[in-house]
Nanobody, 115 residues
Framework: VQLVESGGGLVRPGDSLRLSCVASGFTFFVTPMSWVRQAPGKGLERIASINAGAGGTNYEDAVKGRCIISRDNAKNMVFLEMNRLKVEDTAMYYC?????????RGQGTQVTVSS
C-alpha cells in the first residue's frame, strides 16, 4: 500500500487549498478513503471520508460546509478541497485507506494557516 499526499502549503485565513492523494497497492475503487489530520500537540482526527462506488461522504463538524472530499477512481486519487481556511486548520494532513483514523496512511502534507 502506498499513499502519497500533496497540495499543502502556507496560506492566509480565508484562503483555499486542494489536497491530493495518489493511491497504489490495493484495489482503490472498492475501498473507502478518508482524510485525517494531526494538529501540533494533538492526536489524529478524521475530518472527511468517502465511500467506494457512488462515493457517499461524511465530514467532521469542524470542517463541514468548508471542505469537500472527492475521488477519481480512474486515477486512483482522492482529493480534499478546503475553503475558508482557519488558523485552527493548521495540521499535517494524511490520506488514509479505509474509514479508521489509524488506517494505512502516507507521509502527509503540511497545511499552515497564518496571517
Amino acid at each position: 500500500v502506498q499513499l502519497v499526499e500533496s497540495g499543502g502549503g502556507l496560506v492566509r485565513p480565508g484562503d483555499s487549498l486542494r489536497l491530493s492523494c495518489v493511491a497504489s497497492g490495493f484495489t482503490f475503487f472498492v475501498t473507502p478513503m478518508s482524510w485525517v489530520r494531526q494538529a501540533p500537540g494533538k492526536g489524529l482526527e478524521r475530518i472527511a471520508s468517502i465511500n467506494a462506488g457512488a462515493g457517499g461522504t461524511n465530514y467532521e463538524d469542524a470542517v463541514k460546509g468548508r471542505c469537500i472530499i472527492s475521488r477519481d477512481n480512474a486515477k486512483n486519487m482522492v482529493f480534499l478541497e478546503m475553503n475558508r481556511l482557519k488558523v485552527e486548520d493548521t495540521a499535517m494532513y494524511y490520506c488514509v485507506r479505509g474509514l479508521k483514523t489509524l488506517g494505512d496512511r502516507g507521509q502527509g502534507t503540511q497545511v499552515t494557516v497564518s496571517s
